[in-house]
């Protein structure tokens, strides 16, 4: 029935952990005869998949779908909820090992069936068939399948499998082995011998493809536009990649460039066809024109080949024909090369590293929008210095990721938004753009966000008089509000800290403490936002108050009844005699305090990047930073979280809880992405271990 495609069962026992330790095992799955595993060892083979498929009792909850609601197919009981995680960390796993456009999928619930087709926008799910009443329809179902291209049935055309007897194999091969050229990572001096080999690998970044060549993950050679031709790159098991089925779907790669032979960073991702967003790559060749420091090179970058998620255009009717905006987003494929593979910022070395590498994205002075622990990296970086006459490995920090960037001199007549105003990663999102209603980001909000980052990272990994690290980052990092309207807010922690106090509390009445020139950072800087909260305050009090109105005085019964909400049958309660009053609907306010100048002044200073990034600055040329304060990670690999995850729509907790455990490819922290609208969660780089 299903022509050269070969159906096999794959439930015995998951694939090694390398390639999925969440230990998922599917059912069955169809696979290409060429394909097909010589050896049939019950595993699922996810890098061979074709059509997935699923097995499911007949009992009804174990459905993930419910027909009897057309308008909500998308079933509700937690069972079914559980039943739906399970398949979308199945289709997760797929498009995270292959290069994907969609994924079909066969559900098989006791006599019924459906068929499921994925992108990164979300799922089109037919209606339950019983296939022994319609048994045509399923087998005229296959054999349609085997009928179909690879592309047709959602292999991406513009990546192209290698196998272990292809020339381009054999050349990942060589290139991953070492060399005695290979510089070492660590800030030193050069050799003269490291300078007279000329242009050399760092031996991190050899090290990173070596690991990307796993034997159980398939390797890739894939396109991305350059100019009006295309540039080829080597890929083997992805860097980093981004949790969760819809959405971005963000991979990043250390590729080997066909061309040039030298290792570059690749990202793969399906990014947000908004109208009045750039691609990321525009943006990025706008800085490097501009000469903007610390930021990447970019090399080339375009979307592929026109590809876009189809599950849009099969949203509901209602929906296409109102002027409401769908809530499933369209996405287009889209890759960037550029020069730089950098290390993740948890590999710092001392507080003042630190704070040197965070400095260093500070003055790029472009509004990022996206401020984060994975979007500032560190970059070795061989510099030379006429007044010494050498040459030096220094660190330098790189601020990375730019999609969420736009230009300071947007016009305001654009009436629409870009994008949803909360966009970031919830952890490192400043108090106001946390807020039930946030406005667009401002530099003041990016500030706040750079001090998170520092204050994170120093906090996990820093001494400190911190007794519970885990604990204090949770609450700080992870911890929200929510009120009966369901948006989440800003943690109380947080809030505290930055509109209250301003100071940092990991316990009550014990401000956290670094013993060192980290300490005379916080103490400069939090007073200017919390200055900047007073004031922000006393202006949208000013904004919202208006002036009470007067209290007229009523003569008749029925409206002096209406005033106090009596019913009719009360009326004649009244004395005839009283004059009611009408007493207006009112919700009293309390007035902000007004800001003083001094305070005003205060706020204004973290108006700019020039004060905050001179504090950074002023606190590097002091002598007193230790070289031993890194004590390395503080938050235990089996730490169990105290407090929830925000409550979410679709999968079961459980099931997304599984999915935030899945860390990044070979490393944490790398070249990170965050969803188009923000929610509280455990961060995308392992801010906690859940």
């Keep these: 029935l299903a022509g050269d495609l070969l159906m096999m069962c794959s439930s015995e026992k998951p694939d090694m952990k390398e390639v999925d330790e969440n230990g998922q095992k599917i059912d069955a799955a169809f696979f290409k005869e060429d394909d097909l595993p010589l050896l049939h060892d019950g595993r699922p083979r996810w890098a061979d998949q074709i059509i997935c498929v699923e097995f499911k009792r007949h009992e009804t909850n174990n459905d993930p779908f419910d027909d009897r609601d057309e308008e909500q197919a998308d079933a509700n009981s937690q069972a079914r909820k559980e039943a739906r995680g399970q398949i979308i960390t199945y289709a997760e796993q797929v498009f995270r090992m292959q290069q994907r456009t969609a994924l079909f999928m066969l559900l098989v619930v006791g006599r019924n069936f459906r068929v499921i087709r994925w992108d990164r926008s979300g799922a089109i799910v037919t209606r339950a068939l019983d296939y022994v009443e319609h048994s045509g329809v399923l087998c005229g179902l296959l054999w349609r399948m085997s009928l179909q291209s690879d592309e047709a049935l959602g292999v991406d055309p513009s990546a192209t499998r290698l196998r272990a007897e292809d020339a381009d194999y054999a050349e990942m091969d060589e290139a991953a082995k070492a060399l005695d050229s290979d510089l070492a990572t660590e800030e030193r001096v050069l050799t003269e011998a490291e300078v007279r080999a000329g242009v050399q690998v760092f031996k991190y970044?050899?090290?990173?493809?070596?690991?990307?060549?796993?034997?159980?993950?398939?390797?890739?050679?894939?396109?991305?536009?350059?100019?009006?031709?295309?540039?080829?790159?080597?890929?083997?098991?992805?860097?980093?990649?981004?949790?969760?089925?819809?959405?971005?779907?963000?991979?990043?790669?250390?590729?080997?460039?066909?061309?040039?032979?030298?290792?570059?960073?690749?990202?793969?991702?399906?990014?947000?066809?908004?109208?009045?967003?750039?691609?990321?790559?525009?943006?990025?060749?706008?800085?490097?024109?501009?000469?903007?420091?610390?930021?990447?090179?970019?090399?080339?970058?375009?979307?592929?080949?026109?590809?876009?998620?189809?599950?849009?255009?099969?949203?509901?009717?209602?929906?296409?024909?109102?002027?409401?905006?769908?809530?499933?987003?369209?996405?287009?494929?889209?890759?960037?090369?550029?020069?730089?593979?950098?290390?993740?910022?948890?590999?710092?070395?001392?507080?003042?590293?630190?704070?040197?590498?965070?400095?260093?994205?500070?003055?790029?002075?472009?509004?990022?929008?996206?401020?984060?622990?994975?979007?500032?990296?560190?970059?070795?970086?061989?510099?030379?210095?006429?007044?010494?006459?050498?040459?030096?490995?220094r660190w330098r920090g790189l601020l990375a990721d730019w999609e969420m960037s736009k230009p300071v001199s947007d016009k305001e007549e654009f009436l629409r938004p870009r994008q949803p105003p909360r966009t970031g990663t919830w952890q490192f999102l400043s108090a106001a753009m946390l807020s039930a209603s946030p406005g667009p980001i401002e530099i003041p909000d990016e500030l706040e966000s750079f001090l998170y980052v520092i204050l994170y990272h120093g906090a996990r990994y820093l001494k400190s008089n911190c007794d519970n690290v885990p604990l204090f980052l949770e609450k700080f990092f992870d911890a929200y509000s929510s009120g009966s309207d369901g948006i989440y807010t800003c943690g109380a922690a947080k809030a505290i800290a930055i509109k209250t106090l301003g100071a940092i509390h990991p316990q009550p009445d014990v401000q956290l403490v670094f013993d060192s020139p980290l300490d005379s950072i916080?103490?400069?800087?939090?007073?200017?936002?919390?200055?900047?909260?007073?004031?922000?305050?006393?202006?949208?009090?000013?904004?919202?108050?208006?002036?009470?109105?007067?209290?007229?005085?009523?003569?008749?019964?029925?409206?002096?009844?209406?005033?106090?909400?009596?019913?009719?049958?009360?009326?004649?309660?009244?004395?005839?005699?009283?004059?009611?009053?009408?007493?207006?609907?009112?919700?009293?306010?309390?007035?902000?305090?007004?800001?003083?100048?001094?305070?005003?002044?205060?706020?204004?200073?973290?108006?700019?990047?020039?004060?905050?990034?001179?504090?950074?600055?002023?606190?590097?040329?002091?002598?007193?930073?230790?070289?031993?304060?890194?004590?390395?990670?503080?938050?235990?690999?089996?730490?169990?979280?105290?407090?929830?995850?925000?409550?979410?729509k679709g999968a079961a907790p459980s099931t997304i809880k599984r999915r935030r455990r899945a860390t990044t490819g070979l490393i944490d922290h790398c070249h990170a992405s965050c969803p188009a609208v923000v929610e509280p969660s455990r961060s995308a780089h392992a801010v906690l271990n859940t």
Excluded at 306 to 325: F, G, K, M, V
Excluded at 543 to 552: T, V
């Design 205 to 393: 970044v050899r090290e990173w493809f070596r690991l990307s060549l796993h034997p159980a993950w398939p390797r890739y050679r894939v396109e991305v536009p350059d100019g009006d031709k295309m540039r080829l790159l080597l890929i083997g098991r992805p860097l980093f990649y981004a949790h969760g089925m819809a959405g971005r779907g963000t991979r990043g790669y250390v590729a080997l460039d066909c061309s040039s032979k030298r290792f570059v960073w690749l990202k793969d991702a399906w990014r947000v066809h908004y109208d009045l967003v750039d691609q990321e790559g525009t943006i990025l060749a706008l800085l490097n024109d501009k000469h903007v420091r610390n930021v990447p090179t970019l090399l080339c970058h375009g979307d592929i080949r026109n590809q876009t998620t189809d599950t849009p255009r099969y949203d509901s009717e209602e929906t296409l024909n109102s002027h409401e905006e769908s809530p499933l987003r369209h996405h287009m494929h889209y890759r960037i090369v550029e020069q730089e593979v950098a290390m993740p910022l948890l590999e710092f070395q001392t507080g003042k590293q630190l704070v040197s590498v965070v400095l260093n994205a500070v003055v790029a002075a472009i509004m990022h929008r996206d401020v984060s622990g994975g979007n500032v990296l560190i970059y070795p970086k061989i510099i030379y210095l006429p007044k010494t006459n050498k040459m030096y490995v």
């Design 522 to 648: 916080f103490d400069n800087l939090l007073p200017h936002f919390k200055a900047r909260y007073k004031v922000l305050k006393y202006v949208q009090n000013a904004e919202n108050s208006e002036p009470p109105r007067k209290a007229s005085v009523i003569s008749s019964r029925n409206a002096g009844a209406s005033s106090l909400g009596l019913g009719e049958e009360f009326l004649d309660e009244l004395d005839e005699g009283v004059e009611c009053v009408e007493v207006p609907s009112s919700r009293r306010t309390v007035m902000a305090e007004e800001p003083t100048s001094e305070e005003r002044q205060s706020a204004a200073l973290i108006a700019k990047h020039a004060h905050f990034a001179g504090v950074l600055g002023g606190a590097l040329r002091t002598q007193a930073w230790p070289s031993d304060d890194k004590v390395g990670d503080q938050v235990p690999n089996n730490y169990k979280p105290h407090y929830p995850l925000a409550q979410q």
